[in-house]
């Protein structure tokens, strides 16, 4: 494995996010259209949406500045603007966008529509009480799973 997608990986891993958790969004997006689908194939999903270097460019470009926020590091306005993950900043999702784009126009749909359900694990990384910044990293999570999602669709739409 890459030295990049290594690091993307660790630094998912260390803010809370494990690859079983973005496959359980895969799931909760498309086993309603595969009723036969297995984790197992949400997981090698989400691995191989792991495996580009625009996702990865992404994960450690956003989980960076959760991180310089949650530590004050960043000058103001923009400190105050990510800490408190305002509603108008929206260049969290401009970078998720970057991910979803990988395997083409459906991913869109099912982002936008996880993002407003907040399953799983965006929830827990939504919840403001734990002190933690995932400004970025709830879009980039969603981004990741929407993007499998499409992968996975496209690949049974071919097999089926
Ligand atoms: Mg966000």
Redesign the pocket.
């Known amino acids: 494995m890459e030295n990049l997608e290594q690091t993307a990986r660790d630094w998912l891993e260390k803010r809370g996010v494990k690859i079983e958790d973005i496959a359980e969004l895969v799931y909760y997006l498309q086993s309603k259209y595969h009723p036969n689908l297995q984790m197992e194939e949400c997981i090698e999903n989400v691995n191989r949406v792991l495996s580009k270097r625009e996702v990865q460019n992404a994960i450690l470009t956003g989980i960076q500045l959760d991180i310089l926020a949650e530590k004050q590091m960043l000058d103001e306005p923009l400190q105050a603007i990510i800490r408190r ?1 305002e509603g108008l900043y929206g260049v ?1 999702e401009i970078l998720a966008l970057s991910i979803v784009n990988v395997y083409g126009s459906i991913g869109f749909t099912n982002y936008g529509y996880i993002d407003k359900q907040k399953p799983g694990i965006l929830q827990y990384l939504n919840d403001k009480s734990t002190g933690q910044c995932h ?2 990293l ?2 980039i999570v969603g981004a990741i799973a929407a993007a499998a999602s499409s992968r996975l669709a496209h690949r049974a739409a071919h097999t089926e």
């Open positions: 993950d969290d400004t970025f709830d879009d």
